[in-house]
């Protein structure tokens, strides 16, 4: 089977805190309801993608894995992670506030739910004037040590029921405004919430589990009361206050800008004008492209397959492919791309120096 870029039929969470803006960008239909989450590529089982291109459209993702996991994941991606794409990518448009919620660390997720945990991380997109998230806590919520960790986390803990009781917690989360171009790196238990006015990318480990800490009191959908989930949201969250929630990052036009680089995937901002040549090949990973302005088409360089990327739309790269070139294809001749993936050639670098020091300390 001769593999190439993948395309997703439309994969959209109607979510009561949605709106209209992803079905508009996209040229969809109206749905009728609030939508709140594209899922741009997803392997989760609950809402698995659905490829709507070349000779596998009609096949879901995860089929389509087992069959080609580490021609498509990569062989370190497939091996390290059971054949499974360990990435879930969404477009978010928050027409009003987000629940203020937490992700556990993959420890607890497996310990009580068996699944991944959800670190993520966050691209402003478009934000309305005064638009603003929440990210992490303003003040301690408990006496902390030199190195800003809670002395006594139960103490933390009781804090933090005691303002979710009296509604209080948003007093303690730190605030930031925000515009297009801002980027948020979220490690599992760092409280969160995305507030209205914001349309983002989000990339996050491929997992469903989020607790909800406080949620306004408003109905869900189906008109009753949504589930929260106050003690595991103690458990899970990090209490420490840090410096800086924002994530910082050098911008050059015609380069791929490094954003995020983690343990759990690294985000390339690509801003081009003009063909420009991405060869990816070295990380020995599946490439996930989100076009967030200006069609482009991706050419790819050994088979000469070529799809058109649009505007609002994603793509799934196999790994054993990953040479291209990106060529937008619009008026203004000029595309904006968020890339990720797994960067097994600095793991497969670290692994050795460590072997290496290890050697030498002998």
């Not at 595991?232 to 015609?254: F, G, I, K, N, W």
Request: hydrophobic share 35%.
């Amino acid at each position: 089977m001769k593999l190439y870029p993948f395309l997703f039929e439309p994969n959209l969470h109607p979510v009561v805190w949605g709106g209209d803006a992803i079905t508009r960008w996209k040229g969809l239909p109206d749905a009728g309801e609030p939508i709140g989450e594209s899922w741009e590529v997803s392997a989760v089982p609950t809402s698995v993608g659905v490829i709507a291109n070349g000779a596998l459209k009609g096949q879901d993702l995860n089929s389509v894995i087992e069959q080609y996991g580490e021609e498509i994941l990569g062989t370190e991606v497939s091996r390290r992670y059971d054949n499974r794409l360990p990435l879930l990518v969404k477009f978010i448009d928050a027409r009003q506030d987000l629940s203020i919620q937490v992700h556990p660390n993959d420890e607890m997720a497996h310990r009580l739910h068996g699944k991944r945990g959800k670190t993520e991380m966050w691209y402003i997109i478009d934000a309305q004037p005064g638009a603003y998230l929440y990210a992490g806590f303003s003040e301690p919520m408990a006496p902390t040590d030199a190195d800003g960790e809670v002395v006594s986390r139960e103490e933390a803990m009781n804090e933090y029921r005691k303002r979710v009781a009296e509604g209080t917690i948003t007093e303690v989360l730190a605030k930031h405004e925000v515009k297009a171009g801002d980027v948020f790196f979220l490690p599992a238990g760092r409280v969160h919430a995305i507030c209205s006015g914001i349309l983002l990318a989000e990339v996050q480990q491929s997992s469903d589990v989020t607790y909800r800490i406080f949620d306004y009191n408003r109905p869900g959908m189906d008109g009753k009361p949504r589930e929260l989930h106050t003690e595991l949201a103690a458990e899970a969250l990090d209490y420490r206050v840090t410096d800086s929630y924002r994530t910082p990052y050098d911008y050059q036009p015609e380069t791929a800008n490094p954003v995020i680089d983690s343990s759990f995937f690294s985000v390339r901002v690509v801003d081009v004008n003009g063909a420009f040549h991405r060869n990816l090949i070295k990380y020995d990973s599946f490439i996930i492209s989100m076009c967030l302005q200006g069609d482009c088409r991706i050419k790819i360089r050994d088979t000469g397959d070529e799809v058109l990327l649009r505007e609002g739309y994603s793509t799934l790269i196999p790994a054993s492919i990953a040479d291209y070139d990106l060529i937008p294809a619009n008026e203004r001749g000029r595309s904006l791309m968020l890339d990720a993936y797994i960067d097994n050639k600095t793991r497969d670098l670290g692994s050795r120096l460590s072997r290496f020091l290890h050697l030498t300390r002998k």
